[in-house]
T-cell receptor, first 110, second 113 residues
Framework: QKEVEQDPGPLSVPEGAIVSLNCTYS??????FMWYRQYSRKGPELLMY????GNKEDGRFTAQVDKSSKYISLFIRDSQPSDSATYLC??????????FGTGTSLTVIP | EPEVTQTPSHQVTQMGQEVILRCVPI?????FYWYRQILGQKVEFLVS????????KSEIFDDQFSVERPDGSNFTLKIRSTKLEDSAMYFC???????????FGSGTRLTVV
């Protein structure tokens, strides 16, 4: 059973576009949801952290969690070429283990 | 900004050899983790460590793997007898609590030949 599903892309958008990245999951026990950004051959970098359902905004980034649909999203407004990276969703329940999606490769074209 | 430091950045080893991957977590963090990422695949959980003992481990973390916090700053992952399929990027991570997002290191690329 795949715990976390994420469309690998690749996704290519023009600079300034709004980007929507999504993950679905199967485990209803998940309650902590994170988005990481990973540049090539680097470790994942935490972007957003959300507990349970709802929205969270940080600058150009907005994370949404819909637990009833088991669906999470990351929106990037006014996308920049520096946003080009792989975006990983990750989630966990009561344990320490995080379950990652495969990552979506994003390219923002100047 | 505090960071998790991993050494070496790249290690090549022969099949059957032992390797030790080293990590220095963020100093006030209490929870430590190892994850791995085989090229083109998901980041996979290996083990979590808290209060000087393993708190959780995955099926991947078999008897060939061990972790240790030999002093107040280092956190190591040992692979006793490496196999070709152990070739991957190994990430160390730490967090201040067990429910907060991790800070990852830049990883050690392990190549088993």
């Amino acid at each position: 059973q795949k715990e976390v599903e994420q469309d690998p892309g690749p996704l290519s958008v023009p600079e300034g576009a709004i980007v929507s990245l999504n993950c679905t999951y199967s485990n209803s026990a998940f309650q902590y949801f994170m988005w990481y950004r990973q540049y090539s051959r680097k470790g994942p970098e935490l972007l957003m952290y959300t507990y349970s359902s709802g929205n969270k905004e940080d600058g150009r980034f907005t994370a949404q969690v819909d637990k009833s649909s088991k669906y999470i999203s990351l929106f990037i407004r006014d996308s920049q070429p520096s946003d080009s990276a792989t975006y990983l969703c990750a989630m966990s329940g009561t344990g320490n283990q995080f379950y990652f999606g495969t990552g979506t490769s994003l390219t923002v074209i100047p | 900004e505090p960071e998790v430091t991993q050494t070496p950045s790249h290690q090549v080893t022969q099949m059957g050899q032992e390797v030790i991957l080293r990590c220095v977590p963020i100093s006030n963090h209490l929870y430590f983790y190892w994850y791995r990422q085989i090229l083109g695949q998901k980041v996979e959980f290996l083990v979590s460590f808290y209060n000087n003992e393993i708190s959780e481990k995955s099926e991947i973390f078999d008897d060939q793997f061990s972790v240790e916090r030999p002093d107040g700053s280092n956190f190591t992952l040992k692979i006793r007898s490496t196999k070709l399929e152990d070739s991957a990027m190994y990430f160390c991570a730490s967090s201040p609590t067990d429910s907060y997002g991790y800070t990852f290191g830049s990883g050690t690329r392990l190549t088993v030949v």
